[in-house]
């Protein structure tokens, strides 16, 4: 999980945020809305290097503004359930 949100750079607090948590903890307890956030991100990032094509892609997205959203993604990324969001926005616009 850390490794992914390292790659497309997202903050501690970012992290946290998308997440939903209000501080960091150890494991993620199987079946938590924690649990399916960080899997959500997980897939988010592979499908972000599919796209862009690199890191350095994926992170432009992420924080780059964005039409079909009408803001950053990563001021999606960062709400409750966001991340599952933004993994079902990828799939349903960029093929």
Do not use: K
């Not at 939903?20 to 809305?33: C, I, K, R």
């Not at 988010?44 to 964005?66: F, I, T, V």
């Not at 079909?68 to 993994?87: H, M, N």
Request: negative net charge.
């Amino acid at each position: 999980m850390g490794r992914a949100a390292a790659w497309l750079g997202l903050s501690d607090q970012e992290l946290l945020q998308a997440l939903e948590l209000q501080a960091p903890s150890g494991e993620l307890e199987a079946g938590s809305t924690a649990w399916h956030s960080a899997l959500s991100l997980i897939h988010l990032a592979y499908r972000l290097e599919h796209l862009a094509g690199d890191q350095h892609g994926a992170q432009q997205w992420l924080r780059g503004s964005n039409v079909g959203l009408g803001r950053p993604p990563i001021e999606r990324l960062v709400e409750p359930g966001g991340a599952s969001a933004l993994l079902d926005y990828t799939h349903t616009f960029y093929r």
